[in-house]
């Protein structure tokens, strides 16, 4: 192979285009991987940025037997492009900076140390630059609840049903009312609705079918809608409470494919029951899929596993949101804090270390964006638009539709309290004797 891997759990592929030699390293694992890379050559590694384009030198790095090596750490499931560059005769091999720039006058790095260092290599000659000790700051921790505003609808997900077969000359009330006897039902789970029958039908087909579930609320929101999707059959109606609803179906932001119904006028604090006929015509018909109820309001877990819908939350812990109050929240959402920057960060680099497993985020400073990041490492700098004393953080974090349309509760949002570091400045001068 061209290029040496000394961690097997860390893959590449080589591609050339447009005369550039591109290497790219991937970690299918969930835990973080560091390795020793070696390329062919004497080259000057870079990482290349692909959400933004960046190129960013990396530095230490160590030439061998005709080979560059360097070390690269990946987060879990994370990648990682490699560009190589041509040797510049000027190399850091050993250092305890973040190295930002290398070039013929200076090199510019930052650290979170009392005293940097560089250890270059030039024509064959190494040489040890020590930067100014001075005390390295801590960082600002924003712990404590921060301000949670959802920007687009919350939901709940149900899956356990009561299901039956429509009798002739029974009441309309026996499928839609509350207090509706069902002991006869059976209980199932979004599927086929023959392939959960104890046996096979005896009617002919097409057969009416019933499906029965409920949910409880402690609050009214001022919208509630169904999204209906995978019904496989024909002539469905949809009751609520034992009214029937009328309401016109629309396109669901989520899928243009799935539609959404507005039931509030039915809904009532308490016990609500939604039953929903369906005339099957094969049987591979049914209610395919999850029920989805959709509207702004947070849920209250309850012991037997099931959730109360209960008013939005104003504030959260810096913590996924998946555990407080919105399990099959799928959308974005912002994470809002007010802070005062302290006086001792004044001249120095600052940036934003979240805590995110891998959802999308935006961050930004007093109304101002200062980036988006689609996967880790979510660090970014903040230092132009901070401003002394009083700012205000915003941090947009959007996740999958998992959480949504299957009801997984995969943890969402931020897993910790994010950080603002600052980094010193260490340049060294390469002119002077």
């Known amino acids: 192979p061209d290029v040496v891997i000394d961690n097997r759990e860390v893959f590449y592929l080589h591609r050339e285009n447009d005369g550039q030699e591109i290497y790219f390293l991937v970690n299918p694992t969930y835990a973080v991987q560091k390795a020793q890379v070696s390329l062919p050559g004497t ?16 530095a230490p790095s160590q030439v061998a037997e005709g080979r560059t090596h360097f070390d690269l750490e990946l987060a879990p499931v994370g990648s990682a492009f490699i560009l190589v560059k041509p ?56 712990d404590g609840e921060w301000e949670f505003q959802t920007e687009t609808e919350n939901a709940l997900v149900l899956g356990k049903w009561l299901v039956t ?9 026996a499928y839609t009312k509350t207090e509706a006897a069902t002991q006869d039902w059976l209980s199932m ?18 057969i009416p079918v019933w499906y029965r579930i409920s949910f409880q609320a402690d609050y009214m929101p001022p919208k509630l809608s169904l999204i209906v999707d995978g019904f496989a059959g024909l002539d469905w109606s949809l009751y609520v409470n034992g009214e029937k609803v009328s309401s016109v179906p629309i396109p669901c932001e989520i899928d243009g494919q799935m539609k959404s119904v507005e039931i509030t006028p039915h809904m009532r604090k308490g016990e609500n029951l939604i039953a929903l006929r369906l005339v099957v015509t094969n049987p591979t018909d049914g209610l395919l899929d999850l029920l989805k109820l959709t509207g702004d309001f947070s849920l209250a877990p309850q012991v037997d596993g099931t ?25 974005r959402a912002v994470y809002r804090k007010r802070f005062v920057l302290p006086e001792s960060f004044a001249g120095q680099r600052i940036f934003i270390e ?15 964006s200062a980036g988006v990041r689609l996967w880790n490492p979510y660090r970014m700098e903040l230092t132009n638009l901070l401003k002394p004393g009083e700012n205000t953080l915003e941090l947009r974090v959007a996740n999958t539709l998992v ?22 400045i260490f340049t060294f001068d390469l002119t002077s004797p």
């Open 43 to 58: 080259v000057q590694p870079i990482h290349w940025e692909p959400s933004t384009g960046v190129e960013r030198l990396i």
């Open 87 to 142: 040797d510049s005769g000027l190399r850091v091999i050993d250092t305890n900076l973040d190295i930002e720039s290398v070039d013929e006058n200076q090199i510019h790095g930052l650290g979170r140390v009392n005293e940097g260092f560089v250890i270059i290599e030039k024509n064959g000659q190494q040489q040890r630059l020590p930067g100014d000790a001075e005390d390295a700051f801590p960082a600002l921790t924003l």
């Open 165 to 173: 077969h429509e009798t002739a000359n029974k009441p309309l009330d």
């Open 189 to 206: 789970v979004p599927g086929a609705w023959s392939y959960q029958l104890p046996a096979e039908p005896e009617e002919e087909y097409p």
């Open 307 to 331: 959730y109360v819908i209960e008013a939005p939350c104003n504030s959260l812990q810096p913590q996924p949101w998946t555990n407080q109050g919105y399990p099959h929240f799928s959308g």
């Open 354 to 368: 979240p805590q995110m497993d891998d959802d999308v985020l935006e961050v930004l400073v007093n109304g101002q």
């Open 403 to 424: 959480n949504l349309l299957e009801a997984v509760e995969r943890p969402s949002g931020l897993t910790g309290a994010p950080k603002l570091v600052p980094y010193r």
